[in-house]
T-cell receptor
Framework: SAVISQKPSRDICQRGTSLTIQCQVD?????MFWYRQQPGQSLTLIAT?????????ESGFVIDKFPISRPNLTFSTLTVSNMSPEDSSIYLC???????????FGPGTRLTVT | EDQVTQSPEALRLQEGESSSLNCSYT??????LFWYRQDPGKGPEFLFT???AGEEKEKERLKATLTKKESFLHITAPKPEDSATYLC??????????FGAGTTVTVRA
């Protein structure tokens, strides 16, 4: 199985600022994804992080608000830009394609915007 | 648009009282159906992947089954440590997961 780490694990940020979340996988993976889990709700896909090219965003999510990078097969970043209290959520990194037919999740980054 | 519906929303069980969780889905192109366990404050923990109707997989007290329109997660003789939220997700051909709202299971000793 793949082990996924995220930094930071939690943060409290001021409205209007930006936060970059890092995701590191302990092995090379084919695909990486970013999900959001709002309080008391299930997971919603934000985007697919494509290695070496622009991320593919789901409906309702845009690059200016959630820029994503994936410079190699084990690492990705998600930035939450110009934050508002509505961005308070848990952000989760996910990885697919470790040679096993399983998709793994990181521990999440709990973001609170005040 | 893919839709995943889980029921019940919450389930309270006595230790040893077996039960089942349901996940029904409509999806344009199903690659697989996934079950996860999520504990409070943690990321989802992978449990099972099912691919075709009739398939079954087991892990300790958990057994997942799949039909053409739904999946069941059976919990046999549950223990308090089985208390968690169980999430069902369908994977489309582009490997994206669409999640249900989850079933929160509480097992009392």
């Amino acid at each position: 199985s793949a082990v996924i780490s995220q930094k930071p694990s939690r943060d409290i940020c001021q409205r209007g600022t930006s936060l970059t979340i890092q995701c590191q996988v302990d092995s090379q993976v084919t695909m990486m994804f970013w999900y959001r889990q709002q309080p008391g709700q299930s997971l919603t896909l934000i985007a697919t992080a494509n290695q070496g090219s622009e991320a593919t965003y789901e409906s309702g999510f845009v690059i200016d608000k959630f820029p994503i990078s994936r410079p190699n097969l084990t690492f990705s970043t998600l930035t939450v830009s110009n934050m508002s209290p509505e961005d308070s959520s848990i952000y989760l990194c996910s990885a697919w394609g470790t040679g096993r037919d399983e998709q793994y999740f990181g521990p999440g980054t709990r973001l609170t915007v005040t | 648009e893919d839709q995943v519906t889980q029921s019940p929303e919450a389930l309270r069980l006595q230790e040893g009282e077996s039960s089942s969780l349901n996940c029904s889905y409509t999806v344009s192109g199903l690659r697989g159906l996934f079950w996860y366990r999520q504990d409070p404050g943690k990321g989802p923990e992978f449990l099972f992947t099912l691919y075709s109707a009739g398939e079954e997989k087991e892990k300790e007290r958990l057994k997942a089954t799949l039909t053409k329109k739904e999946s069941f997660l059976h919990i046999t003789a549950p223990k308090p440590e089985d208390s968690a939220t169980y999430l069902c997700a369908v994977q489309s051909n582009d490997y994206k997961l669409s999640f249900g709202a989850g079933t929160t299971v509480t097992v009392r000793a």
